[in-house]
């Protein structure tokens, strides 16, 4: 998507290698719920790949800071970079910033293809992964990066003088700055020549030497598998400092980003060229104000008096989060609105408060923008052709499934049984939840209710707490969760244990009634405290009344939801209106308190009755 046009926005620019900062990034997740959605579209894949994500890394007290991430796996901060500038880049365009020009600095050229929707976050991860192994498989650890504060064409002097085809000008970042790369033993060699010329250099905090001609032989596997994942068309411009170009929709960017393993990224240039095009606001979307630095300095000698340079995921005087100031600044330039999301939220949800309503979309934005796509469509062709009928049947069960195991029901049964305990606690009419309905982007089931419903079913059919592993997104029909407790029926059927028929949750008023009386808090909180314990595999004594489920023992929200919903239906309990808060109860003495209270509130109620 070429552009000559003048500039309608600010130039986003993407940081590469270095550009995270931990305290930035810890103070903006409170605020900007972005940061998490971002990563939990990455984590799946950094599990599929890697075998364990990045949440438990970025997410915790005190912050992690790049350095630590660089003592970790090579993929781990680049990750975390590509990740972290995706997060800023939500975050300005939720606010309504519609930028002119995506641009990124090495590894931050594959962040500035997702976000202009080349690839999905997925398959950015993807691609970031492939890129960090194939470099890997080059370098063996053994490249770094020196920055001199000398000129290109000094800088090339020095290596020229060096002849060694391993060491190479990486970044040409401004006149006074210039990235070399290669092995360690040569950077070394180009520290003592710095030092004899006095030539000011810094080492770079980078994994590998990139951008570097030894790297050609990575090149070809990289292309052939970036060729494979799907490339969309882009909705705002892409220009490469390494291309020195705007990307076309029609070329292979798999082959582009090949070519860059052994070009260097000319930076100054790009940033000339921009600012000629008429370009004045330029904005680092990512961690650090690196690239926020070098902009004026690629600009020296041209006027730059109407140049605004802003960054976002970084932090400023007294450690104060730069982002906040950015976004008031772009607002007063008409770069950003004041309500940017709250418009949509007035129109869809406005029931609910700019936070809450943030938090949503930020974890669901992506689905309802897909769903109101996907409708709007169907709207067309029926405008198109009114004869047009949708119909969706349901695949055919096999006879094996069709018949069931003998006494175990089958899917029809278990689809009916399962569509009225989440009718019931949903409140909705049966009928809507059809075999395909998608329960989060049709029906509006959050994931945290969702884990609360399937753990209700599969405590009615008796089934034990599922692995770690398991990934709910892949049960996003009640067909799919009906087929999912046939399947672990059957499992248990296998097993030398006999299948455990269904337990009926305790009736009402028989536990209203007692025996001769209601469970106190000690018992009740024993009770929860074995049930918590079995499910986790956590010795019991770690819970004790005042430890916190999350910050301390790290029982994830998620799985607090699962664990509530089965200590609940042990004692019978009705499900909970949809203004409840998990977080309130952060203890197990305060879920043991809550369950108490219900327990007093419904023998009150059946005793009214």
Known sequence: MPSTQPASGPVLLFPGQGGFDGVAFNRAVGEHPQLRAVFELIDPVAREICGRGLTDVLFREPPVELAQLLKDEPWVSQLAIYGTGLSAHRILTDNGVRPSVLMGHSLGEITALVAAGAYSVEDGARIVLRR??????????????????????????????????????????????????????????????????????????????????????AAPGFAAYVRDLPQLPMSVPVYSPIMQRFYEDDESIGDRLADHFTQPVRFSTAVRFLHGRGDRTFVEAGGRATLTSLVPKALLGLATDDVTVLSTLSVGRGNALRLPDTLAALREAGFATSDGLDAVRRQLAPSLSRDEFSVFWAQAGREVTALVNQRLSAFRDRAVDSAVALSAEPAADSDAVAAGAPGLPGREEVFATVRTLYAEALEYPEEVFTPE???????????????????????????????????????????????????????????????????????????????????????????????????????????????????????????QVELLSRASTHYGLPARSTDFRLGDYETLDKIAALIEDELGRLRLGSAAA
């Open 132 to 217: 960090t192994s194939a470099i890997a498989g080059r370098d063996a650890g053994n490249g770094a990066m020196i920055a001199l504060a000398a000129s290109p064409a000094r800088s090339r002097h020095l290596v020229a003088l060096l002849e060694n085809e391993s060491l190479a000008v990486a970044t040409e970042n401004h006149e006074a700055q210039t990235v070399l790369s290669g092995p360690r033993e040569t950077i070394a060699q180009v520290k003592a020549i710095a030092e004899q010329l006095g030539i000011g250099f810094a080492a770079l905090d980078a994994s590998f030497a990139f951008h570097n001609p030894a790297l050609a032989g």
């Open 437 to 559: 309905a998608l329960l989060e982007a049709e029906l509006g089931v959050d994931s945290v209710k969702q884990v609360e419903l399937l753990s209700r079913a599969s405590t009615h059919y008796g089934l034990p707490a599922r692995s770690t592993d398991f990934r709910l997104g892949d049960y996003e029909t009640l067909d799919k969760i009906a087929a999912l407790i046939e399947e672990e029926l059957r499992s248990l059927t296998g097993s030398t244990d006999p299948v455990r028929e269904p337990e009926p949750a305790a009736d009402s008023e028989a536990v209203a009634a007692g025996a001769p009386g209601l469970p106190g808090r000690e018992e009740v909180f024993a009770t929860v405290r074995t049930l918590y314990a079995e499910a986790l595999e956590y010795p019991e004594e770690v819970f004790t009344p005042e430890a916190l489920l999350e910050a301390e023992l790290g029982v994830d929200s998620v799985k």
